[in-house]
């Protein structure tokens, strides 16, 4: 069975302090990893997909990578308003996506 | 920029009652899911619709669950005879292909809560 394990559930960050989030799987025949943004009460929102061991994704202030058996979602000079739960999920050869519980980052001013 | 929409985006409802949650997927995409989140759980896999028929589904997707394409733009999920513990937030998403674009986008949720 497929296992997704989010480290730590909760982050909380002062303004402009870089941190990681961790996220550990076991699936087999990985077709992909998903980092997904949820704001409280939303839908998840994509973020990134990663593909294979090596690889890295950026967008604005967060940072994507991937190895055989985890991926980090590097945040940098995090604002308030990446305050949210981050979401990772990976996807095996039937194409469902399994989620792990996610890690609550709190960003303060 | 091309989004899922679902409604409603609160459901109530008496335990035993049919509902049907609704759901436009994003026009291009092919591939369409259902997932579900109890509150302070995890989103769990519900089920996938590709060419008018279940892909997969997940052993909560029992006998009381039905999905339809009733037309060229919407997809239901139907509950039966709704229990207390089907209260939960309902995602509809869709998906492009099961390609390298397999990308699932999630709407904004329908909040059932059975009473």
């Known amino acids: 069975e497929d296992q997704v394990t989010q480290s730590p559930e909760a982050l909380r960050l002062q303004e402009g302090e870089s941190s990681s989030l961790n996220c550990s799987y076991t699936?087999?025949?990985?077709?992909?990893l998903f980092w997904y943004r949820q704001d409280p009460g939303k839908g998840p929102e994509f973020l990134f997909t990663?593909?294979?061991a090596g690889e890295e994704k950026e967008k604005e202030r967060l940072k994507a990578t991937l190895t055989k058996k985890e991926s980090f979602l590097h945040i940098t000079a995090p604002k308030p308003e990446d305050s949210a739960t981050y979401l990772c999920?990976?996807?095996?050869?039937?194409?469902?996506?399994?989620f792990g519980a996610g890690t609550t980052v709190t960003v303060r001013a | 920029e091309p989004e899922v929409t679902q409604t409603p985006s609160h459901q109530v409802t008496q335990m035993g009652q049919e509902v049907i949650l609704r759901c436009v997927p994003i026009?291009?995409?092919?591939?369409f899911y259902w997932y579900r989140q109890i509150l302070g759980q995890k989103v769990e896999f519900l089920v996938s619709f590709y060419n008018n028929e279940i892909s997969e589904k997940s052993e909560i997707f029992d006998d009381q669950f039905s999905v339809e394409r009733p037309d060229g733009s919407n997809f239901t999920l139907k509950i039966r005879s709704t229990k207390l513990e089907d209260s939960a937030m309902y995602f509809c998403a869709s998906s492009e292909s099961r390609g390298r674009n397999t990308e699932a986008f999630f709407g904004q949720g329908t909040r059932l809560t059975v009473v």
């Open positions: 699936v087999s025949g990985l077709r992909g």
């Open positions: 999920a990976v996807q095996a050869h039937d194409y469902k996506l399994s």
């Open positions: 990663l593909y294979s």
């Open positions: 026009s291009n995409h092919l591939y």
